[in-house]
């Protein structure tokens, strides 16, 4: 199948960066979500990304104004029946991804692939909502996409090769390294980032030493470009509270128990960079 036109579902922080990234590799990319201001606020940020490029001289002006040309926002995800591939980044809730899936493989053509960015929900089940499962994939990228190469593409149970593989070609095209893993609870890289996250949440609430103090030694002392407490706000502390939960539930083994103290911030709206406070306090 030849891709043309893909469709990214949800303009936020992830959102953005994929339509971004498939803009920038030729394809004709519809950026939707539900409302207009944040389909707005997704193409100013990409807007904003591209200026960054031609600043440092990486892009011309007009290359830049033919990835913004290549780029139609939508809040109606009937659109969706335009696109040979689509990219879900929604927030991570079973109940909305589900609702989306259906609407999705009521409004696509037979041909259309429907992946998931989903960092630890199973495809498997989000797959079963619709009538074509062999088409239903996981395309994980890491934040911020522009920047990490890494997509981790996850197969359903039902996935079939021919998606699999035209899923890795397609990430190629968009300069991103794909590897492979199969469909268990966080995939690979949240079931191996996440509980690190958390151990240095319980060295905050056990007052084995400060968060400053924790991150310089991951920092210093690992190579780690962030420490562990400024990538936790990085990424957002109710996400990393919510798949600690999927791996906790996925796994029934208590190793995977979020951090009482990172119930407490949540609970309070601390939820790192982007509500202005967690580990660190962001003006
Ligand atoms: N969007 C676009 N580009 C960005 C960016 C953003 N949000 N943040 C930084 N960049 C670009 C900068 O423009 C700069 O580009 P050039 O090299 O062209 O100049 C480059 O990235 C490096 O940025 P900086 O020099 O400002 O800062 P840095 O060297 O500290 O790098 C970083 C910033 C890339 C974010 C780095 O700190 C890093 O790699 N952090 C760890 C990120 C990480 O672990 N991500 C995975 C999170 S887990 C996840 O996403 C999965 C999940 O399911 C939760």
Redesign the pocket.
């Known amino acids: 199948m030849n891709v043309q036109t893909i469709m990214v579902i949800g303009a936020g922080q992830m959102g953005s ?1 994929i339509a971004q990234v498939a803009a920038q590799a030729g394809f004709r990319v519809f950026l939707n979500d539900v409302q207009q201001a944040f389909v707005e606020r997704g193409l100013a940020t990409i807007t904003k ?1 591209l200026s ?2 031609v600043e ?1 001289g ?1 892009l011309s002006e007009a290359e830049k104004e033919a990835i913004l040309g290549r780029l139609t926002l939508s809040t109606d995800l009937a659109d969706a029946s335009e696109a040979d591939f689509v990219v879900e980044a929604v927030t991570e809730n079973m109940a909305v991804k589900t609702q989306i899936f259906s609407k999705l493989d009521e409004v696509c053509p037979p041909h259309t692939v429907l992946a998931s960015n989903t ?2 929900l199973p495809i498997t089940e989000i797959a079963a909502v619709t009538k074509r499962p062999e088409k239903v994939i996981g395309m ?9 190469k890494l997509v981790e593409i996850i197969r359903g149970l039902q996935t079939s090769d021919e998606v699999y593989q035209l899923t890795e070609d397609l990430s190629k095209q968009m300069s991103k390294v794909p590897v492979s893993v199969n469909d268990f609870p966080g995939f690979v ?2 079931r191996v ?1 996440m509980p690190m996250l958390n151990e240095a949440i319980y060295c905050v609430y056990e007052g084995v030493a400060t968060p400053e103090a924790i991150d310089e030694v991951m920092k210093l002392g690992m190579n ?3 420490g562990p407490l400024q ?1 936790a706000d ?2 957002g502390l109710d ?2 509270l919510y ?1 600690m939960e999927v791996l906790h539930e996925g796994f029934g083994d208590s190793k995977y128990r979020p951090c009482p103290l990172l119930r407490k911030y949540v609970k309070a709206g601390w939820l790192g960079k982007k509500s202005g406070r967690g580990f660190y306090v962001y003006s």
């Open positions: 960066g990304n960054r490029n440092k990486k960092s630890s994980h990228f890491m934040n911020p996409v522009p920047v990490m890289s949240n980032l780690h470009p962030m990538l990085f990424i996400t990393c798949i």
